[in-house]
Structure formats: C-alpha cells, structure tokens
C-alpha cells in the first residue's frame, strides 16, 4: 500500500555532485524515519543518512559526512540526497527506505533492522 520511488544516480566523476529523490506514496501512513543506504558488490549494506520526521534529527555516516546532505520536502512524502564532492568509493547501489513508528533513536542509528519499506535502487558510480 505505500511504495517508495526513487530517482536520481548515474554516473560522474570524482568530485562531481549526483541528487537522489525518493518519494512515498501516501499522505495518510505515519512514517517516522526514511533515510539512505547504500551496497557495493561483495560488501555489507551501510547506513549513509537518515532523517527523523519528529524533529528532523539525522544521522550521516562518517564516510558521508560534510559531504552529503539529507533533506526533506516538506510538502510532499519526499526525501533528497545531496551528494558533493564524490569519491570512486561512493560507488554503489543507493537505496532508498522508510520505516513506520521508529524510535527517533533507532531512526538515527545508522542500521538498518527497523526499516521495512524500500525503494527499487539506483546505480551511483564514481569514476576517478
């Protein structure tokens, strides 16, 4: 019944910027947390950002920071990531998530156990 659709990737080179969308697909359902996570081929699925709808708490990986920035579209189910300054290690598939009744703490985490609805991916590369 809600679905999130992402937009947004491809591929740039280093120090190039990318903006990734992800909208949910209802105005009714309480979503308390939607964030970013990324996985490169062999490796683990990493938490990259996240946003709490409570207080617009966030979380953003070490990796990410200073870098990339999550944000909100305030009308609209809509999350955004802003990615600057990318590095060939950024490179993986993006996905985007949501979760209903999250605890702000566990929304800001970084993990992603409490996240149930997910979007379809998007390929990031980053050439050097």
């Known amino acids: 019944q809600v679905q999130l659709w992402q937009s947004g990737g491809g591929s740039v080179q280093a120090g190039g910027s990318l903006r990734l969308s992800c909208t949910a697909s209802?105005?009714?359902?309480?979503?308390?947390?939607m964030g970013w996570f990324r996985q490169a081929p062999g490796k683990e699925r990493e938490g990259v950002a996240t946003f709490y709808r409570g207080d617009g708490g966030t979380y953003y990986a070490d990796s990410v920071k200073g870098r990339f920035t999550i944000s909100r579209d305030n009308a609209k189910n809509t999350v955004f990531l802003q990615m600057n300054s990318l590095k060939p290690e950024d490179t993986a598939t993006y996905y985007c998530?949501?979760?209903?009744?999250?605890?702000?703490?566990?929304?800001?985490?970084?993990?992603?156990?409490?996240?149930?609805?997910w979007g379809q991916g998007t390929q990031v590369s980053v050439s050097s």
């Open positions: 209802t105005d009714t359902v309480r979503i308390d947390c």
């Open positions: 998530a949501a979760a209903r009744w999250l605890p702000r703490s566990t929304c800001v985490s970084g993990g992603y156990g409490g996240f149930v609805l």
